[in-house]
T-cell receptor
Protein backbone atom coordinates (compact mmCIF):
# COMPACT_ATOMS: atom_id res chain seq x y z
CA UNK A 1 0.00 0.00 0.00
CA UNK A 2 1.08 3.55 -0.62
CA UNK A 3 0.46 6.71 1.34
CA UNK A 4 1.81 10.22 1.60
CA UNK A 5 1.74 12.63 4.52
CA UNK A 6 2.41 16.32 4.32
CA UNK A 7 3.35 17.23 7.83
CA UNK A 8 2.28 20.87 7.79
CA UNK A 9 -1.00 22.20 6.48
CA UNK A 10 0.31 25.77 6.55
CA UNK A 11 3.83 27.23 6.49
CA UNK A 12 4.59 30.93 6.76
CA UNK A 13 8.04 32.39 6.06
CA UNK A 14 9.47 35.83 5.46
CA UNK A 15 10.56 36.86 2.00
CA UNK A 16 14.20 36.01 1.44
CA UNK A 17 14.31 33.24 4.07
CA UNK A 18 14.52 29.49 3.40
CA UNK A 19 11.48 27.36 2.68
CA UNK A 20 11.00 23.79 3.95
CA UNK A 21 7.86 21.83 3.11
CA UNK A 22 7.85 18.35 4.59
CA UNK A 23 6.60 15.16 2.98
CA UNK A 24 6.81 11.57 4.21
CA UNK A 25 5.72 8.63 2.12
CA UNK A 26 5.02 4.95 2.51
CA UNK A 27 5.39 2.53 -0.37
CA UNK A 28 5.86 -1.20 -0.75
CA UNK A 29 7.83 -0.62 -3.92
CA UNK A 30 10.43 1.83 -5.09
CA UNK A 31 8.27 4.92 -5.55
CA UNK A 32 8.19 7.81 -7.94
CA UNK A 33 7.66 11.07 -6.08
CA UNK A 34 6.46 14.42 -7.32
CA UNK A 35 5.88 17.93 -6.03
CA UNK A 36 3.17 20.02 -7.66
CA UNK A 37 2.30 23.66 -7.00
CA UNK A 38 -1.14 25.24 -7.31
CA UNK A 39 -1.48 29.00 -7.41
CA UNK A 40 -4.89 30.53 -6.63
CA UNK A 41 -7.48 29.83 -9.31
CA UNK A 42 -4.97 27.80 -11.31
CA UNK A 43 -4.38 24.13 -12.01
CA UNK A 44 -1.53 22.10 -10.60
CA UNK A 45 1.92 22.54 -12.13
CA UNK A 46 4.77 20.07 -11.79
CA UNK A 47 7.71 21.46 -9.77
CA UNK A 48 9.94 18.39 -9.82
CA UNK A 49 9.93 14.61 -9.79
CA UNK A 50 12.10 11.84 -8.38
CA UNK A 51 12.45 8.72 -10.45
CA UNK A 52 15.48 7.03 -8.83
CA UNK A 53 18.09 8.61 -11.11
CA UNK A 54 19.45 10.96 -8.42
CA UNK A 55 18.44 11.54 -4.82
CA UNK A 56 18.71 15.34 -5.06
CA UNK A 57 16.26 16.65 -7.58
CA UNK A 58 16.22 20.19 -8.90
CA UNK A 59 13.01 21.71 -10.13
CA UNK A 60 11.67 24.94 -11.48
CA UNK A 61 11.76 28.32 -9.74
CA UNK A 62 14.73 27.38 -7.56
CA UNK A 63 13.04 24.54 -5.70
CA UNK A 64 14.71 21.24 -4.98
CA UNK A 65 13.90 18.08 -3.04
CA UNK A 66 15.98 15.29 -1.58
CA UNK A 67 14.86 11.67 -1.54
CA UNK A 68 15.89 10.00 1.72
CA UNK A 69 14.96 6.35 1.70
CA UNK A 70 16.06 5.75 5.29
CA UNK A 71 13.71 8.48 6.48
CA UNK A 72 11.01 7.83 3.83
CA UNK A 73 11.01 11.54 3.19
CA UNK A 74 10.94 13.83 0.17
CA UNK A 75 11.06 17.34 1.60
CA UNK A 76 10.85 20.38 -0.67
CA UNK A 77 13.24 23.26 -0.10
CA UNK A 78 14.16 26.63 -1.52
CA UNK A 79 17.03 28.79 -0.23
CA UNK A 80 15.24 32.11 -0.49
CA UNK A 81 11.48 32.62 -0.62
CA UNK A 82 9.89 35.03 -3.06
CA UNK A 83 6.44 36.57 -2.80
CA UNK A 84 5.41 34.69 -5.95
CA UNK A 85 6.01 31.38 -4.15
CA UNK A 86 2.82 31.83 -2.13
CA UNK A 87 0.66 28.89 -3.21
CA UNK A 88 -0.53 25.40 -2.27
CA UNK A 89 2.03 22.60 -2.64
CA UNK A 90 1.21 18.93 -3.08
CA UNK A 91 3.46 15.93 -2.57
CA UNK A 92 2.51 12.94 -4.71
CA UNK A 93 3.62 9.31 -4.63
CA UNK A 94 3.13 6.73 -7.35
CA UNK A 95 4.55 3.31 -7.89
CA UNK A 96 2.61 1.66 -10.63
CA UNK A 97 1.56 2.40 -14.17
CA UNK A 98 -1.96 3.05 -12.98
CA UNK A 99 -3.54 6.37 -12.20
CA UNK A 100 -5.41 4.90 -9.26
CA UNK A 101 -2.07 4.25 -7.61
CA UNK A 102 -1.19 7.93 -7.61
CA UNK A 103 -1.68 9.31 -4.12
CA UNK A 104 -1.86 13.06 -3.49
CA UNK A 105 -1.00 14.57 -0.15
CA UNK A 106 -3.46 16.90 1.51
CA UNK A 107 -1.39 19.95 0.60
CA UNK A 108 0.66 22.61 2.37
CA UNK A 109 -0.28 26.24 1.99
CA UNK A 110 2.81 28.44 1.83
CA UNK A 111 2.45 32.07 2.86
CA UNK A 112 5.21 34.64 2.35
CA UNK A 113 5.50 37.62 4.70
CA UNK A 114 6.94 40.85 3.23
CA UNK B 1 -4.45 27.60 -26.97
CA UNK B 2 -1.76 25.65 -25.21
CA UNK B 3 -1.71 23.01 -22.50
CA UNK B 4 -4.98 21.91 -20.94
CA UNK B 5 -8.02 24.18 -21.07
CA UNK B 6 -11.30 23.86 -19.19
CA UNK B 7 -14.64 25.55 -19.70
CA UNK B 8 -16.51 27.04 -18.03
CA UNK B 9 -14.20 28.33 -15.31
CA UNK B 10 -17.14 28.90 -12.97
CA UNK B 11 -20.55 27.23 -12.87
CA UNK B 12 -23.50 27.67 -10.57
CA UNK B 13 -26.34 25.20 -10.93
CA UNK B 14 -29.42 24.05 -9.14
CA UNK B 15 -29.90 20.48 -8.04
CA UNK B 16 -32.32 19.76 -10.90
CA UNK B 17 -30.17 21.21 -13.68
CA UNK B 18 -28.14 19.38 -16.29
CA UNK B 19 -24.81 20.86 -17.28
CA UNK B 20 -21.52 19.73 -18.80
CA UNK B 21 -17.88 20.53 -18.10
CA UNK B 22 -15.47 20.52 -21.01
CA UNK B 23 -11.75 19.80 -21.09
CA UNK B 24 -9.42 20.04 -24.07
CA UNK B 25 -5.75 19.17 -24.20
CA UNK B 26 -3.40 20.52 -26.87
CA UNK B 27 -0.41 18.37 -25.92
CA UNK B 28 -0.98 15.27 -28.05
CA UNK B 29 -1.46 13.12 -24.97
CA UNK B 30 -3.38 9.86 -24.97
CA UNK B 31 -4.71 9.74 -21.40
CA UNK B 32 -7.10 12.12 -19.65
CA UNK B 33 -8.45 12.38 -16.10
CA UNK B 34 -11.11 14.04 -14.00
CA UNK B 35 -10.30 14.97 -10.40
CA UNK B 36 -12.43 16.52 -7.67
CA UNK B 37 -10.76 18.98 -5.32
CA UNK B 38 -12.74 19.84 -2.20
CA UNK B 39 -11.64 22.15 0.59
CA UNK B 40 -9.49 20.45 3.22
CA UNK B 41 -9.44 17.12 1.34
CA UNK B 42 -6.83 15.49 -0.90
CA UNK B 43 -7.42 15.38 -4.62
CA UNK B 44 -9.87 12.63 -5.53
CA UNK B 45 -9.43 10.80 -8.80
CA UNK B 46 -12.81 10.32 -10.47
CA UNK B 47 -12.28 8.92 -13.97
CA UNK B 48 -9.41 7.88 -16.21
CA UNK B 49 -9.50 7.53 -19.98
CA UNK B 50 -6.72 5.94 -22.00
CA UNK B 51 -6.92 5.96 -25.79
CA UNK B 52 -10.52 7.17 -25.46
CA UNK B 53 -11.60 4.19 -23.35
CA UNK B 54 -12.55 4.52 -19.72
CA UNK B 55 -10.07 2.50 -17.70
CA UNK B 56 -10.95 3.62 -14.18
CA UNK B 57 -14.03 4.76 -12.35
CA UNK B 58 -13.35 5.31 -8.68
CA UNK B 59 -16.83 4.61 -7.31
CA UNK B 60 -18.19 7.90 -8.58
CA UNK B 61 -21.99 8.39 -8.28
CA UNK B 62 -23.93 8.00 -11.50
CA UNK B 63 -24.98 11.65 -11.41
CA UNK B 64 -21.51 12.24 -12.88
CA UNK B 65 -21.18 10.88 -16.40
CA UNK B 66 -17.91 11.22 -18.34
CA UNK B 67 -17.49 11.21 -22.10
CA UNK B 68 -14.31 11.07 -24.17
CA UNK B 69 -15.14 11.46 -27.88
CA UNK B 70 -11.48 11.65 -28.93
CA UNK B 71 -8.07 11.82 -27.34
CA UNK B 72 -8.14 15.62 -27.12
CA UNK B 73 -11.53 16.17 -25.51
CA UNK B 74 -13.09 15.07 -22.24
CA UNK B 75 -16.50 15.99 -20.86
CA UNK B 76 -18.15 15.57 -17.50
CA UNK B 77 -21.93 15.58 -17.71
CA UNK B 78 -23.70 16.59 -14.53
CA UNK B 79 -27.32 15.98 -13.49
CA UNK B 80 -29.27 16.12 -10.24
CA UNK B 81 -26.22 17.08 -8.25
CA UNK B 82 -26.12 17.61 -4.50
CA UNK B 83 -24.71 20.61 -2.60
CA UNK B 84 -21.82 18.43 -1.39
CA UNK B 85 -20.74 18.10 -5.03
CA UNK B 86 -19.65 21.73 -4.96
CA UNK B 87 -15.90 21.70 -5.58
CA UNK B 88 -13.14 22.50 -8.04
CA UNK B 89 -13.12 19.95 -10.86
CA UNK B 90 -9.75 19.50 -12.45
CA UNK B 91 -8.94 17.88 -15.75
CA UNK B 92 -5.50 16.46 -16.48
CA UNK B 93 -3.73 14.69 -19.30
CA UNK B 94 -0.59 12.61 -19.70
CA UNK B 95 1.33 10.72 -22.33
CA UNK B 96 0.75 7.17 -21.24
CA UNK B 97 -1.10 6.41 -18.03
CA UNK B 98 0.10 8.41 -15.07
CA UNK B 99 1.91 6.48 -12.43
CA UNK B 100 5.54 5.60 -12.45
CA UNK B 101 7.43 8.17 -14.49
CA UNK B 102 4.55 9.81 -16.32
CA UNK B 103 3.62 13.24 -15.06
CA UNK B 104 0.22 14.82 -15.46
CA UNK B 105 -0.58 18.23 -16.89
CA UNK B 106 -3.53 19.97 -15.27
CA UNK B 107 -6.08 22.45 -16.48
CA UNK B 108 -7.12 25.47 -14.38
CA UNK B 109 -10.29 23.78 -13.18
CA UNK B 110 -14.01 24.55 -13.11
CA UNK B 111 -15.33 25.95 -9.84
CA UNK B 112 -18.75 24.32 -9.41
CA UNK B 113 -21.36 25.53 -6.94
CA UNK B 114 -24.53 23.51 -6.47
CA UNK B 115 -27.39 25.39 -4.85
Amino acid sequence: AQSVTQLDSHVSVSEGTPVLLRCNYSSSYSPSLFWYVQHPNKGLQLLLKYTSAATLVKGINGFEAEFKKSETSFHLTKPSAHMSDAAEYFCVVSGYSSASKIIFGSGTRLSIRP
Amino acid sequence: ETGVTQTPRHLVMGMTNKKSLKCEQHLGHNAMYWYKQSAKKPLELMFVYSLEERVENNSVPSRFSPECPNSSHLFLHLHTLQPEDSALYLCASSQGLAGGLNEQFFGPGTRLTVL
